[in-house]
């Protein structure tokens, strides 16, 4: 193992511990593996020349937006959006806590 990939275990464990999951060692030297291979890949376009390339603002030439028309409206009242709410508290949804302390 060299020195890149033990940088990408590492940056594996702290993302994974960031995103709560819990990762095997197989499983971390497996995703360091492949974001590796990502990288190399991202290394290899950035040596293309891309001097005569003409920059896009979007793939599709001629897309137009079709999207309604923004219009603002009065919204529901903090009564009306809580009313099927299992879980409130001080009028705001109430929901489970997600995040662990340290």
């Known amino acids: 193992m060299n020195q890149n990939e033990e940088l990408s275990k590492k940056t594996i464990d702290h993302i994974s511990k ?4 819990d990762l095997s ?4 030297t497996k995703l360091a593996d492949e974001v ?6 991202f290394k290899k376009l950035d040596n293309l020349d891309t001097s005569n390339v003409k ?5 599709i030439e001629g897309l137009k937006n079709v999207f309604r028309e923004d219009k603002p409206w009065e919204s529901l009242s903090t009564e009306e959006a809580l009313k ?6 001080d009028g705001y949804f109430k929901a489970p806590r997600i995040l662990k302390e340290k």
Do not use: C, S, V, W
Request: hydrophobic share 30%; net charge positive.
């Open 18 to 21: 960031l995103a709560l999951l």
């Open 55 to 59: 920059p896009l603002t979007h793939p």
């Open 84 to 89: 099927n709410a299992r879980h409130k508290k």
């Open 25 to 28: 060692e197989e499983e971390k």
């Open 36 to 41: 590796g291979d990502i990288l190399k890949y």
